[in-house]
């Protein structure tokens, strides 16, 4: 069984930074494509920020020279660095991979900016 568990939000003012992690078990972490999605209230999920096994990113345009994704094979885990939030980034995150045929989540971690 895969079972992604993410961790690390809060509540940050405007300006802020938080850093999320995510820890995978039951796959052979580093040869997945690990993503970050989020979903605010009343909009649909969207997606963040992608690191594939070679370590290359990809960040969506509003994230992007703001949030870094990265990931650590050796402990199964991929973080989201997350700079200057604004309110409009509060939402909650998930982890997600593809994996054995099955599109994998985890159950999210709430992130709320306060202006």
């Known amino acids: 069984q895969v079972y992604l568990a993410e961790s690390g939000g809060g509540l940050v003012q405007a300006g802020g930074s938080l850093r999320l992690s995510c820890a995978a078990s039951g796959i052979n972490f580093k040869i997945y494509t690990m993503n970050w999605h989020r979903q605010a209230p009343g909009k649909q999920r969207e997606l963040v920020a992608t690191?594939?096994?070679?370590?290359?990113?990809n960040y969506a345009d509003v994230v992007a020279g703001r949030f870094t994704i990265s990931r650590d094979n050796a402990w199964n885990r991929v973080y989201l660095q997350m700079n200057s939030l604004q309110p409009e980034d509060t939402a909650v995150y998930y982890c997600?991979?593809?994996?054995?045929?099955?599109?994998?989540w985890g159950r999210g971690t709430q992130v709320t900016v306060s202006s």
């Open positions: 997600n991979t593809q994996a054995r045929g099955s599109d994998v």
């Open positions: 690191i594939n096994s070679g370590g290359a990113t």
